[in-house]
């Protein structure tokens, strides 16, 4: 268990720890995009006077950026429902924005990078086209191939950006793939979702509280190869804990929405590595219940394994965290598209030329 | 030959950076600029984990290539293997500038007479750096000379005496102005041109960890020909030229507008046009000397 997850679990540690464990800390923290809520943490446990001075800065740097972020988001929300409102299409708004709007626990020191929307199917394209209207465009170049992909096979148009601005808009018409193993009747999502009164004046909609936690899910196990990482399985058990104690019967809830979506497995998933690695500790009857969505022993293990490599790794940069992404990249497509799809999409993906990580930007030096 | 991993932990400020290098040249070129930074007790927290190695495979031999890693992670292209030390010298800029928010970061010179603060924002071209290396030839204290890093609630100027790139005809300027300059190597080709580092001065390494009160904001300005003009700058349009020239004004908000609106408050403001460095140090000295306490050291 590395010293990030023992501190998610008991922050006391800390005072046991000396200036290798701080550093072997902090990048992990940094890593995981966790230092804003590890601030938190240590406050809430008033711990703060433990924590070396130099490393408590690197915290509150950390929470400034996530700060401004935040506000940004924000305003670009109000600008995108201001266009949507004018074209009568109902924004309802996902995971981090979501939380920021709602005013969930993760919002105090959660950062993010994007903005992520639900649309009627009917009205996406629509949507986009007054986006495009009104300044946005696509973030990046996308050839036809990639049109083909994101409007054909996938839940989501191509991420837009405003020529303005710098943060990521993304329009969804589903949580999940229509091409992939899970189905989601979006019609359901609508009809559960609540209307909420945000920042500036805004009303948006947000998924319902049993809904977001298997967006969550199925965003971390289904979609996108585990990539929101250990931040995104706080988040699921920050909330989780949060609207049980508003709702006793949340667990009930939660098993009979998984059911009525059809998104068992991943609910699965979620439960077991939040349990694993930050020590949910939900009922018996629910565990219980949850466990039936599990897949075959040998499946369950390979991907615990999996998911302890890539969230739990003793440090960064080690071989087998990369080994273990690999074949979550592939098992994402592969629970993504059927095998036919799949091959088609690699040997395109295969032919194209790779681009460079990140280029040099005009930074100081 | 690959040899034994270095470890070096190394002061840059307020930041400790572990460097791990097995690049004999590199380190090399380290040890002239950074010898006396470097920690001999320890452990020491880490602020920047950084590494400098080769990338494995056939360009090891054919174009050889260097990696910056920061936390294992490698957020950049490897660059050719003869930049090894702009390369870590930029990739750290990265790290402080993409993460200190914990402080104002001003993009400026900046340099010390005593425990009083001269501040030198500026475009790139406009002449900072090398202002700021010439000032300290002649026994200013380096505080930087690309980021102003100020601590918002006391507004102190914090030091991090490091290597002052000088680009492309600048090292020949600072070399006409002291011909005994502490230059290091000349990397002709970088992302930035051809540049040649000059040495931080002793004294100011020794004092990386005294602050200093800003008490002169001087806007320069290098325009060929022109005749050296320190002229008085109003204080709203130093304000927002102080502004717009932070890395993280935006982000850090109204924590940004009280700290550069009391610097402004505090400090007596000058746009500055030179040409000539030999003169314009003269007059950037004199206003010090006329305003504030003797400069520490001798001037050489």
């Given amino acids: ?365 | 030959m690959p040899l034994a991993e270095q470890n070096l932990t190394l002061d840059a400020g307020p930041f400790q950076v572990r460097v791990r290098s097995s690049d004999p040249s590199f380190l090399d070129t380290l040890g002239f600029f950074y010898r006396g930074c470097v920690r001999h007790d320890g452990p020491h927290f880490v602020d920047f984990d950084i590494r400098i190695k080769r990338p494995r495979g056939l360009r090891r031999w054919l174009q050889p290539q260097v990696l910056f890693e920061i936390d294992a992670l490698r957020p950049f292209e490897p660059q050719p293997a003869e930049n090894a030390f702009p390369t870590y010298e930029w990739g750290l800029n990265w790290c402080i500038a993409t993460s200190a928010h914990r402080y104002l970061m001003l993009h400026a010179g900046s340099v010390a007479f005593g425990d009083a603060g001269m501040i030198l924002p500026g475009h790139p071209g406009s002449g900072k750096s090398t202002l700021s290396a010439a000032l300290t030839l002649r026994g200013g204290r380096l505080l930087s000379d690309e980021f102003g890093l100020v601590r918002p609630e006391s507004l102190e100027l914090l030091a991090m005496p490091r290597g002052i790139p000088l680009k492309n005809t600048s090292s020949e300027a600072i070399l006409e102005f002291d011909s005994a300059a502490p230059l290091g190597p000349t990397y002709p080709k970088t992302r930035k041109g051809r540049v040649r580092h000059l040495r931080p001065d002793a004294l100011s390494v020794a004092q990386q960890q005294r602050t200093a009160t800003p008490r002169w904001l001087v806007f320069p300005r290098y325009l060929a020909g022109a005749t050296e003009n320190l002229a008085p700058l109003d204080k709203s349009e130093a304000f927002r030229q102080l502004a717009f020239n932070c890395f993280n004004y935006k982000l850090l908000g109204e924590t940004a507008f009280r700290a550069v609106a009391q610097i402004v408050r505090q400090t007596q403001c000058f746009t500055f046009t030179y040409s000539r460095l030999d003169r314009a140090v003269v007059q950037l000295m004199d206003l010090a000397q006329a305003t504030g306490p003797a400069a520490h050291g001798s001037p050489r």
């Fill in chain 1, 1 to 365: 268990m590395n010293l990030l997850i023992q501190f998610l679990r008991r922050p006391a540690i800390v005072h046991k720890w000396g200036v290798e464990d701080w550093n072997r800390f902090m990048p992990l923290a940094r890593n995981a995009r966790l230092l804003g809520r590890c601030l938190y943490l240590l406050e809430q446990h008033d711990l703060l006077g433990v924590v070396p001075s130099r490393l408590v800065d690197q915290l509150r740097g950390a929470l400034n950026q996530t700060r401004y972020v935040q506000v940004q988001a924000l305003r670009e929300l109000r600008h995108v429902v201001r266009v949507l409102d004018r074209e009568d299409i109902p924004p309802l708004v996902l995971k981090g924005v979501a939380y920021l709007v709602s005013g969930l626990p993760p919002s105090r020191w959660r950062n993010l990078s994007d903005i992520d929307l639900l649309v009627p199917k009917d009205d996406i394209v629509r949507a986009e086209q007054a986006l495009g209207r009104d300044g946005w465009q696509p973030s990046g170049d996308f050839d036809a191939y990639d049109q083909h992909y994101y409007r054909d096979w996938m839940h989501e148009v191509p991420p837009l950006v405003h020529r303005q601005r710098e943060i990521e808009v993304d329009l969804h018409h589903n949580l999940a793939p229509p091409v992939s193993r899970i189905q989601i009747n979006a019609a359901k999502l609508w009809a559960d979702s609540l209307l909420v009164s945000g920042p500036y004046g805004m009303v948006v909609r947000t998924l319902a509280p049993a809904d977001m936690l298997l967006h969550n899910a199925i965003h971390l196990f289904m979609n996108d190869e585990l990539r929101g990482g250990l931040r995104d399985v706080v988040d699921f058990r920050d909330l989780f804990e949060h609207f049980l104690a508003q709702d006793a019967a949340f667990e009930q809830l939660l098993l009979g929405r998984a059911r009525a979506l059809g998104c068992g497995r991943p609910l699965y998933y979620a439960v077991s590595t939040a349990r694993d690695l930050l020590g949910l500790a939900p009922s018996a009857a629910f565990l219980a219940e949850v466990e039936v969505f599990a897949p075959a022993a040998p499946q369950a293990r390979l991907m615990r394994w999996l998911i302890e490599q890539v969230m739990a790794p003793a440090r960064l940069g080690l071989r087998r965290t990369a080994a273990a992404n690999q074949l979550l990249f592939v098992r994402s497509h592969w629970v993504r598209m059927p095998p036919g799809m799949l091959f088609r999409h690699l040997v395109h993906k295969m032919v194209k030329a790779k681009k460079p990580a990140l280029s040099a930007a005009d930074l100081p030096g």
